[in-house]
């Protein structure tokens, strides 16, 4: 059962533009998301997370939100650059392991 | 500062062969895991450890074996490879410091194709 959803496999922004990626997830336990960029050939790498205790956090120019009504959590790029063009994995744990999502390819256009 | 190094980077094997993806960290983690990444599937957690000689199943253990005997190192083992098992496997470990919520480090992946 895929506890962790990322419905669009692939986004396509214009360089300077918001990039807007999204995930959903099911099982209520989970307390802690994350969110890992990956560049062909590399495993993923972290990016940033978000504690359930929290609406927002922000880093530089990444920005995850979370809404934990709705299960869904989100991760802002503001501005896009061409080197943010990678997988994004949004990854979500309830201590014990850490579930992932399939992955959104994100293509930041010059 | 090697981080997480996972050897080999590519492999064939036939059906019915045996393989041990290897897999060693530097950075002194407590915790270690595997995950195998399909198309489109997303990272399914194989197995994981939480120190030395202590194991667990994940989501998809059926038709491998690990083992930690150090902190360093956590390999895989495939006794008989199965095409399903045709996949891209990636090693991680993490400081433990938030248990299974701390952000993990990964290697480059190791891609098997069984034929």
Known sequence: DQQVKQNSPSLSVQEGRISILNC???NSM???????????AEGPTFLISISSI???????????????????LSLHIVPSQPGDSAVYFCAASDNNDMRFGAGTRLTVKP | NAGVTQTPKFRIL????SM?????QDMNHNYMYWYRQDPGMGLKLIYYSVGA?????????????????????FPLRLELAAPSQTSVYFCASSSGQAGGRSPL???????????
Do not use: M
């Open chain 1, 24 to 26: 959903d997830y099911t």
């Open chain 1, 30 to 40: 989970f307390d802690y998301f994350l969110w890992y960029k990956k560049y062909p």
């Open chain 1, 54 to 72: 929290k609406d927002k956090n922000e880093d530089g120019r990444f920005t995850v939100f979370l809404n934990k009504s709705a299960k869904h």
């Open chain 2, 14 to 17: 036939k059906i019915g062969q």
């Open chain 2, 20 to 24: 041990t993806l290897q897999c060693t």
């Open chain 2, 53 to 73: 000689g202590i194991t667990d199943k994940g989501e998809v253990p059926n038709g491998y074996n690990v083992s930690r005997s150090t902190t360093e190192d």
């Open chain 2, 105 to 115: 480090h990964f290697g480059n992946g190791t891609r098997l194709t069984v034929t």
